[in-house]
Nanobody
Framework: QVHVVESGGGLVQAGGSLRLSCAASGTIFSTYMMNWYRQAPGKQRELVAGITGGGTTNYVDSVKGRFTISRDNAKNTVYLQMNSLKPEDTAVYYC???????????WGQGTQVTVSS
């Protein structure tokens, strides 16, 4: 079992910044694919950003140039730096860990991000 815990959400004005953190347990964290998803009220959960164990990243188009995902394998932690926040970024943000072997997919409890206009 891998435990995933997010932190860092909150209320921020449009144009502001927040950094989310996600800590995952396990001795082979460096092999995990780590992802950030978000779910706004009335909408489906969407993939925001992902990072492989080797550091390759991907982003949904709506956050490119504003959000940066990174990881610190020594701390078993992945980060999502969110800049130039917009009201449409308001959502519950979830961290997701994908362990390759044995295969396992694990979710955190989510952290609320609210961007006021």
């Amino acid at each position: 079992q891998v435990h995933v815990v997010e932190s860092g959400g909150g209320l921020v004005q449009a144009g502001g910044s927040l950094r989310l953190s996600c800590a995952a347990s396990g001795t082979i964290f460096s092999t995990y694919m780590m992802n950030w998803y978000r779910q706004a009220p009335g909408k489906q959960r969407e993939l925001v950003a992902g990072i492989t164990g080797g550091g390759t990243t991907n982003y949904v188009d709506s956050v490119k140039g504003r959000f940066t995902i990174s990881r610190d394998n020594a701390k078993n932690t992945v980060y999502l730096q969110m800049n130039s926040l917009k009201p449409e970024d308001t959502a519950v943000y979830y961290c997701n860990a994908v362990r390759p072997s044995p295969l396992g997919i694990y979710w955190g409890q989510g952290t609320q991000v609210t961007v006021s206009s």
